[in-house]
């Protein structure tokens, strides 16, 4: 018979999985992480695992959206921080921040890398997927609708730019490809490129 624990148990054994997911699927990936290896590193039992999430892939999913929510807001702060004019160079720094934050981040760079996504569509609910692209789970696209709206940023369809966006994160996952001598000047022309193309055709439509 499964034992039972008090609210306070629930949310320090909730907390210490979340924190045994950070480190492992960081560590090693979705997909060469065992249930095994969370609970030991949470130090429960297997059992326990499944009073709190019915996969690893629906632990996986709540600590991606976390990240996301949380990378959302270190850009935000540290855009609206500056205290500069929303401009090209505004624009530049925010596109250097994307590529750095999503390029470095082990949750994102497994999405691109270890066909993660592909996994969580086979094994999560299609409902909590829809609802959460539903709510705009693209990082990037809370500030360009935002900027649009204030005029300094194309009209360009904000999804197309939110793709760029991405593509860019893309990009700094083949850095030996394109080749790591011509890597960093490469990537900054095209993100000096970007955010011209973007401006100049925003100041064209005022």
């Avoid at 991606?64 to 500069?84: A, C, D, F, P």
């Avoid at 730019?161 to 011509?182: A, H, M, P």
Wanted: overall charge negative; glycine content about 6%.
């Amino acid at each position: 018979m499964a034992r039972k624990f008090s609210d306070h148990e629930k949310e320090r054994i909730r907390g210490r999985l979340m924190e045994a997911g950070k480190q492992c699927f960081g560590l090693y990936g979705l997909k060469k992480t065992s249930i095994e290896q969370l609970t030991k590193a949470a130090g429960i039992a297997q059992g326990t695992f499944y009073l709190f999430f019915p996969s690893k892939e629906e632990l996986y999913f709540e600590l991606l959206e976390l990240e996301e929510e949380r990378v959302r807001q270190q850009l935000l702060e540290e855009t609206e921080e500056s205290g500069r004019r929303m401009d090209k160079e505004t624009l530049v720094r925010f596109l250097r921040k994307s590529v750095s934050v999503m390029g470095e981040n082990p949750f994102f760079r497994q999405l691109y890398e270890d066909d993660v996504m592909e996994q969580l569509v086979r094994k999560l609910p299609a409902e909590k997927l829809a609802a959460h692209f539903d709510k705009d789970a693209d990082i990037a696209m809370p500030f360009v609708r935002r900027w649009q709206e204030e005029g300094w940023l194309t009209t360009q369809r904000p999804e197309i730019i939110v793709s760029l966006i991405r593509s860019l994160v893309l990009l700094t996952l083949q850095k030996r490809l394109i080749g790591e001598e011509v890597f960093d000047e490469t990537m900054e022309l095209l993100i000096q490129l970007i955010a011209q193309g973007w401006t100049a055709e925003a100041r064209g439509q005022s």
